[in-house]
């Protein structure tokens, strides 16, 4: 029998994805489950009485942030400290879907354990310390991702930006296959993506009329080189498959 997952931030991109590959997650919308409401979890974690929480709730406007920054700390931090508080008290497995901008992305290859920071924008420090209060748990797994819709929803894309992000028809059964196997994954952080390439590479695959365009013209600061090293994921799959798990 599948475990039983509850998952914040259903009717976002990532969960709409993962909700359509794992039909038997719950995920209670914000109506239901407002992570910055404390009695809502609380009466959420008593319904669903949840083993295991993916977290993929937040607020995730990079340029917005900007201006809305008490918004975007009280979603991404205390929110996510929220659900952690209910979490301790109910010895739920915590699933944390973070991303690739909290490394400072000057070299990429980043590895799970490379020291955080410092970040570029105020959407990646409130992810980094989301992380942080997520560490708290004896039972957790940050998933450090990064994804885009398809095709590439804009006419232009950074040529001098390097990610190894995909698309979320590649990204989500990736996340998907992770939250299938939770219990075979002994780590307490992993990156799930694909190989470097800049964004330019990467919108070119869903959007060949795209133009290149520097990064320097976003209205934000972004990283040159924010690509993560995706080796431990390739060799849980691999063991898995040897196993016969896959
Ligand atoms: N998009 C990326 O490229 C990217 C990259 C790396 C990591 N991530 C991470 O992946 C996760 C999912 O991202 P996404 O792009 O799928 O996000 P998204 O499309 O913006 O969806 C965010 C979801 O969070 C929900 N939410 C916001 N505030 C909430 C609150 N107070 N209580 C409950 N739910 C709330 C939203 O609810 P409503 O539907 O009601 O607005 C929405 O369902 C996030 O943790 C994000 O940081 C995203």
């Known amino acids: 029998m599948a475990t039983r997952i509850l998952l914040t931030g259903g009717a976002g991109r990532l969960g709409t994805a993962l909700r359509g590959l794992m039909p038997e997650l719950m995920a209670p919308g914000r109506e239901e489950l407002d992570i910055t409401d404390p009695a809502s979890i609380e009466r959420a974690f008593a319904q669903y009485r949840p083993p295991v929480i993916v977290h993929a709730a937040a607020y995730t406007d990079v340029a917005r942030a900007e201006t ?32 690739d901008y909290v490394f400072w992305g000057d070299e990429g290859g980043y590895r799970e354990d490379d020291p955080l920071g410092p970040v570029r924008n105020y959407y990646a420090l409130s992810k980094l310390a989301a992380e942080e209060v997520v560490r708290v748990l004896p ?7 990064s994804f885009r819709p398809s ?25 998907a296959l992770a939250l299938q196997h939770l219990h075979q994954i002994p ?21 060949p009329e795209v133009e290149p365009r520097s990064r320097q013209e976003a209205g934000v600061a ?13 060799g849980l799959k691999h063991s898995w498959n040897s196993q016969g798990v896959l």
């Open 68 to 99: 809305e920054r008490a918004l975007c700390w009280r979603v991404n931090v205390e929110g996510t400290r929220n659900l952690v508080r209910t979490a301790l008290k109910r010895d739920v497995q915590f699933v944390h879907i973070s991303t």
């Open 139 to 145: 039972r957790h797994l940050i998933l450090r991702t």
């Open 151 to 175: 095709p590439f929803p804009y006419p232009v894309a950074y040529h001098d930006l390097y990610t190894s992000q995909d698309y979320l028809e590649v990204i989500a059964p990736e996340i």
């Open 187 to 207: 780590y307490p952080t992993l990156h799930i993506a694909t190989e470097r390439k800049s964004v330019y590479e990467l919108a070119r695959r869903t959007r």
């Open 222 to 234: 972004l990283p040159e080189d924010i690509s993560l090293e995706v080796s431990r994921w390739h």
